[in-house]
């Protein structure tokens, strides 16, 4: 399977890094066609321009993202893997969503609504770190995971988009840890 896997966290030792090293080893080890887009290895602008925002709705507008939006377009299964910052992903995730996954790449938007255009993507896993604790997100109702799960299906009509979430982040054990990667592992065993 042509897998995307897109890593935002700017520390290379970086628990959020270990998760990616467990990701890519379970996917090389069942041969899935892989691509990573380390954004800030890439260095990727999260910022839209002014020229890119008169443009946002033209069919015509992938000239400065090309090359990701490439990507998104070659892509069976996404995997985003990510802190969860102040309720969201971190800027340059975000900024690439804002920039690559532009109206006319995602979807045909019209009087009837939205028809997906990334029907290419059949599976997309989060994988996310998050400092509150799985009862405060549920208390809040979770705004992070609603975010990208409803905007992502609404884009794709993918029906396997999955969200695995280490809450309390910065509270927990080294065995906790240890345990989250395996979890990791499994997921990604039975992608």
């Known amino acids: 399977m042509k897998t995307l896997v897109v890593f935002a966290h700017p520390v290379p030792e970086s628990y959020n890094a270990s998760i990616l090293k467990a990701v890519s080893h379970e996917l090389e080890a069942k041969s899935f066609e892989v691509q990573t887009l380390n954004l800030y290895q890439e260095d990727f602008e999260p910022r839209m321009s ?11 507008n992938t000239a400065t993202v090309e090359k ?5 377009q ?6 985003m893997i990510y802190p969860t910052w102040w309720m969201g992903p971190p800027a340059i995730l975000k900024g690439w969503l804002d920039r ?17 255009k990334l029907t290419n993507l059949q599976k997309i896993l989060i994988i996310t770190t998050q400092g509150a ?29 999955d969200w695995l979430a280490l809450y309390s982040m910065d509270k ?17 065993k039975h992608f």
């Open 172 to 188: 927990i054990s080294k065995s906790q840890l240890s345990q989250f990667l395996d979890k990791v592992r499994q997921k990604i």
């Open 74 to 79: 070659w892509a069976e299964a996404l995997i």
């Open 133 to 161: 604790s799985r009862w405060r997100m549920a208390l809040i109702g979770n705004p992070p995971r609603k975010m990208m799960r409803l905007s992502l299906k609404a884009v794709t009509k993918c029906r396997d988009i």
């Open 50 to 60: 002014t020229a890119e925002r008169r443009t946002y709705m033209d069919k015509d």
């Open 100 to 116: 690559v996954w532009l109206p006319s790449i995602v979807a045909d938007f019209g009087p009837d609504g939205v028809k997906p």
């Open 68 to 72: 990701y939006v490439q990507q998104l």
